[in-house]
C-alpha cells in the first residue's frame, strides 16, 4: 500500500492514527536534532518531522533527501506545537517511523512554489515540473469543475453530446487551415476543424435538435495571449429556436457556472447593438464594469481654426470622472500611452474642468472658456472631471480612445476582477467589406441568417444587411458568439453569391449542406464558448495558457517535446510530399 491518505485530509480528528503517505518532497530544514519535510501530492501538503533523539539512522536518511524526491512514510498523526494557519493540514504533523525513496529527482530547474522563480520559457519546456505548483493545479481543477458543471446543465436541459469528425473538409472561408495531407489519396489533404459549424447543423438536419459537444478547434493564425492553434469549445446547437430562446439557455448556463464555481450571482444580461456598442465604446466587445461612454464632438469642435479638428472625419472623447486634477506629467504619459503603435493615435488633447469653474486645456488658443462649457455640457461634466479627446479617421480613432478607456479604467481600479457585467451584443452587420480582395466576407460565418426583415437587401445593398448574430460579452472579454442559421437552400445560394462564390465553387465546398437542406432542414440556431477563455476569466486572469495543461508558446511551438518538428524523407515519400530549399531555408511543398 502506497498511501492510507492524501497530504491534504488529515487533521486533530486524526490525532494517534497510524498513516502511511506518499509523496513529493517540496522542502526539507534541518533545525539541530530535528528535521522537518513538507510533503506534497495534489491534494495538499502535510509536514513530517524526524527526531534525531528518537531515530538517529532514520533522521539522517531524511536530511539526505532532495527537493522533488517522491518518498513514502509510515508515522503517526500529531498535533502541531506551531501551528500552519495557511495550510488545510497545519493543525497537524507526521511523526515518521519508516521512509522509502520510491524515486529520487534531479535538482528542480526552477522553484516549484507558488511564486517560482522561473522564466515563462524555461517553465513551458519543463510543463510537466510546472504542473505540480499550485496555482497552476488550481487552474486544471477549475477547469475540470467547469466542464462538469457545463455537461450537466446540458445534459439536465436535454442537449445530447456528440462527436464530430477531426479530419474534415478544407474551406476558404474564416483563418487558416491546419491541413493533413491524406496517404491513401495522394495530393489530397484534410483539414482540422476550425468548428464543427457545418457537422452540428447537419446533426439538427437529423432530428438531434439539442446538440453540444466540449471539442477541440484548431486555427493557424497569429498567437496571443487569449489565442492559441488549438483551443476548446463549448459548442451547442438547437433546432426550432428564434435568437431570444437560444440566449435563454446560454443565460441560465452562464449564470449556473458561475454560481456553481465562483459563488457569484450574476444579474441582468442587457443587450446592446452592434452599431451602439461602436458608437459609445469603441469596441464590440464593451467592458460595461464602468462608464467613460464616447461623446462625439464634430459638431462644437470644428470650424474654430484647429487644423487637426477640422481636417479630422472624427473627434471624440471621454469624460473621466474625478481626474481633473491630473499633473502635467500624468497627462504627458497618457500622450504617450495612446501615441504607441499598438493605440495609433497622433495625439491627445485634454481639458480640466477646475474646481473653480474654469477650464485649462491643451488647445486653449483655439477654444474659449464658453466653447469648453459647450462641451462640458455634451460630456455630462462636473468640475474636478478631465475630458479626453482624440481625432482623425473614424474607424481608427475609436479603436484608439476605446485602448485609452480601458487604461483609464485600469489606473482608476474601475476594472475590478470580483465584478463581473454580462452584455449580450447583437445585430451585427451580415457581411464585412475586404478591400485587399474587393469582396465582402461573413463577419461571423457564411451560414448566419440575416434578419428577416432586410433578407430582400441581400443583393441589392448587401453592406446594409444586419444578422441573426450574437455575442456573449463579459468584463469585455468576448466570451461566446452565434446566431440563427440559413436552413433555406435558396437564402443559402443568395448568401454565398454575396460572398463572391460561383455557383460551382459553392457547390464544391458546401454542396453536402446544400442538399440536406432539401430534405427538411429545421429552422436552428446556436452558441459555442470560448472553454478556454471562461475558465480564464472564472480564474481571474487574461492568459488561456495557464488554464491549459500543454498549451504552445506565442509561435506555436511546445518547447517541451520540441513540436513541431521534421519529419523523415521516408514518410514524406509517403505522403507523396517533398522539402525543397528556398534561400538555405526549407519549405514544405
Sequence with gaps: M?????????????????????????????????????????YGITQLVFDMDTNEDLCKKARKLGREYVIKVKGTVAERSNKNKNL?????EIIVEAIEILNASQVPPFTIEENTDGGEELRMK??????????????????????????????????????????????????????????????EFYALPQSPQTFKQLLMISGYD?????????RDEDLRADRQPEFTQIDCEMSFVERDDVLDVFERMTKHVFSKLKGVEL?????????????????????????????ELNDVAKGKGFKIFDEAELVVGINVEGAGSYSRKQLDKLTEFVRRPQVGAKGLVYVKYNDDGSFKSSIDKFYSQDDLQQWAGLFGAKAGDLMLVLSGDKDATRKALNELRLEMGERLGLRKKDVFKPLWVVDF????????NQRYHAMHHPFTSPKKEETSLLESSPAEVHAEAYDLVINGVEIGGGS?????RELQSKMFKALGFSEEEAREQFGFLMNAFEYGAPPHGGIAFGFDRLAALL????????????????????????????????????LGLEIKKNNDSEQGE
Design 2 to 42: 502506497y498511501r492510507t491518505n492524501t497530504c491534504g485530509e488529515l487533521s486533530l480528528a486524526d490525532v494517534n492514527k497510524k498513516v502511511i503517505l506518499s509523496g513529493w518532497i517540496q522542502k526539507s530544514r534541518d533545525l539541530g536534532g530535528m528535521t522537518f519535510i513538507d510533503l506534497r501530492d495534489r
Design 484 to 488: 440563427i442559421r440559413i436552413h433555406d
Design 88 to 92: 488545510a493540514t497545519g493543525d497537524i
Design 210 to 218: 439539442r446538440y453540444f459537444q466540449l471539442v477541440k478547434c484548431f
Design 267 to 295: 444579474g441582468d444580461f442587457p443587450k446592446m447593438k452592434y452599431d451602439d456598442a461602436m458608437r459609445l465604446y469603441g469596441s464590440d466587445k464593451p467592458d460595461i464594469r464602468f462608464g467613460m461612454t464616447f461623446v
Design 429 to 436: 452587420p451580415l457581411l464585412e467589406w475586404d478591400d485587399e
Design 539 to 574: 480564474g481571474g486572469s487574461e492568459s488561456i495558457r495557464d488554464f491549459i495543461a500543454f498549451p504552445k508558446n506565442n509561435r506555436g511551438q511546445d518547447v517541451m517535446i520540441s513540436s513541431p518538428s521534421t519529419i523523415s524523407a521516408e514518410q514524406l515519400d509517403e
Design 126 to 187: 519543463y510543463r510537466y515540473l510546472d504542473l505540480r505548483r499550485k496555482p497552476l493545479k488550481e487552474n486544471l481543477l477549475l477547469r475540470h469543475k467547469l466542464s462538469m458543471a457545463v455537461r450537466n446543465f446540458l445534459s439536465d436541459n436535454d442537449f445530447v453530446e456528440i462527436e464530430t469528425p477531426y479530419l474534415i473538409k478544407s474551406t476558404p472561408e474564416g483563418a487558416r487551415d491546419f491541413v493533413v495531407p491524406s496517404r491513401m489519396n495522394r495530393g
